[in-house]
Antibody, heavy 123, light 106 residues
Framework: QLQLQESGPGLVKPSETLSLTCTVS??????????WGWVRQPPGKGLEWIGS???????YYNPSLKSRVTISVDTSKNQFSLKLTSVTAADTAVYYC???????????????WGRGTLVTVSS | SYDLTQPPSVSVSPGQTASITCSGD??????ACWYQQKPGQSPVLVIY???KRPSGIPERFSGSNSGNTATLTISGTQAMDEADYYC?????????FGGGTKLTVL
């Protein structure tokens, strides 16, 4: 059974870069059947899409975060990663990695989620 | 940017039908999906492609999408269905989530 696991520092200082990795186990990240993505949720608030990536490296980003976000994939490690630069307290959130069955047209949805990891931005 | 609007809260009595709406411009022309999230847990997909249920999701969950509104319907609502529900769609290369609806079963 495929599982996703987020990992990375739980505390990041303001103005620094948030870096997280999602490890995919029980299946291959190189499957042509899926995209992979990051979603975050500030404490007590709703879900916000950050971006998504295909194993080939093709990416889509949330326009509101695009200038600060980089998502990359490492097929040799079966991982994909998130980097968010110049963080502020507003970036404090639970960060989830998730899987998207290969989208067609507007049919994008996340069918499998990691457990999430809380990242706090504070000095 | 594209916006999806959900009511902040919906209440339902056990055994009754709960309906949660999600509104967006011409949403019926796109696919909508729904997630359930219980406190401290990750979201779970309960409806995709407007009205399809993933394996393991009870039949009491159903969805529809027409015009500007997608609707998640829970028939015979149970106490275990109390959770936050989020709609989601795709527009102009962007994934968009609704603000979420807290479903209270009382």
């Amino acid at each position: 059974q495929l599982q996703l696991q987020e990992s990375g520092p739980g505390l990041v200082k303001p103005s620094e870069t948030l870096s997280l990795t999602c490890t995919v186990s029980g299946g291959s990240i190189s499957s042509s059947s899926y995209y992979w993505g990051w979603v975050r949720q500030p404490p007590g608030k709703g879900l916000e899409w950050i971006g998504s990536i295909y194993y080939s490296g093709s990416t889509y980003y949330n326009p509101s975060l695009k200038s600060r976000v980089t998502i990359s994939v490492d097929t040799s490690k079966n991982q994909f990663s998130l980097k968010l630069t110049s963080v502020t307290a507003a970036d404090t959130a639970v960060y989830y990695c998730a899987r998207l069955p290969s989208p067609t047209g507007s049919n994008w949805y996340f069918d499998l989620w990691g457990r999430g990891t809380l990242v706090t931005v504070s000095s | 940017s594209y916006d999806l609007t959900q009511p902040p809260s919906v209440s339902v009595s056990p055994g009754q039908t709960a309906s949660i709406t999600c509104s967006g411009d011409k949403l019926g022309g796109k696919y909508a999906c729904w997630y359930q999230q219980k406190p401290g847990q990750s979201p779970v997909l309960v409806i995709y492609q407007d009205n399809k249920r993933p394996s393991g999701i009870p039949e009491r969950f159903s969805g529809s999408n027409s015009g500007n509104t997608a609707t998640l319907t829970i028939s015979g609502t149970q106490a275990m269905d109390e959770a936050d529900y989020y709609c989601q769609a795709w527009d102009t290369s962007t994934v968009v989530f609704g603000g979420g609806t807290k479903l209270t079963v009382l």
